[in-house]
């Protein structure tokens, strides 16, 4: 069977082309990254570098001003060609939408919660960050399908122990 007579029937339907969609896509990676970029500069640091050194602004303005040049590229290739066939990706499943909106939720609350800093309950202080790494591990891992308990938990507490100890306890960027 060739690939038109797959294409022409009922089996398997590739997503239409959207020229609107590419641009859309575009334009929303630009704001994302020129909003990642502002934040880059204000992150706090325990110590400014003297010049010609590498401080904790460094590596995340690199990866903002990098992703805002690719989110540019991907602009201006939207607006100036016609919209690339998308035959090999799939039509949206069922339950796609939800498991994004779902996401999306699911980080909305980690920032919020990862916000607090730390929290003071009993008497002690506690850091906010490994919870609420914990929880988005989980959370996003439930919603992606993820069903065996004890990896799940092996995998969210390694990881989050992983990020706690590298970033916060050796290079000392506060979480």
Known sequence: MSSSEVADSDEYQGATPSRGLEIAFAVV???????????????????EAAPGQIDARFWPM?????????????????????????????????GGVVRVVTTLVI?????????????ILFGYRIEVFPIAAALLMAGLMLVYGHRRWLSLIIYTASITAFIYVVFGMLLRIPL
Request: hydrophobic share 60%; charged share 10%.
């Open 62 to 94: 690199v990866l903002a001003v990098t992703g805002i040049v690719v989110a540019i590229v991907l602009l201006v290739i939207a607006i100036t060609r016609p919209a690339a066939g998308r035959e090999d990706i799939e039509r949206i499943q069922p």
């Open 107 to 119: 980080s909305i609350a980690f920032i919020a919660l990862w916000s607090l800093g730390s929290v």
């Open 29 to 47: 990676a630009l704001a994302v990254t020129a909003g990642y970029l502002a934040l880059t500069t204000q992150i706090s640091l325990r110590r």
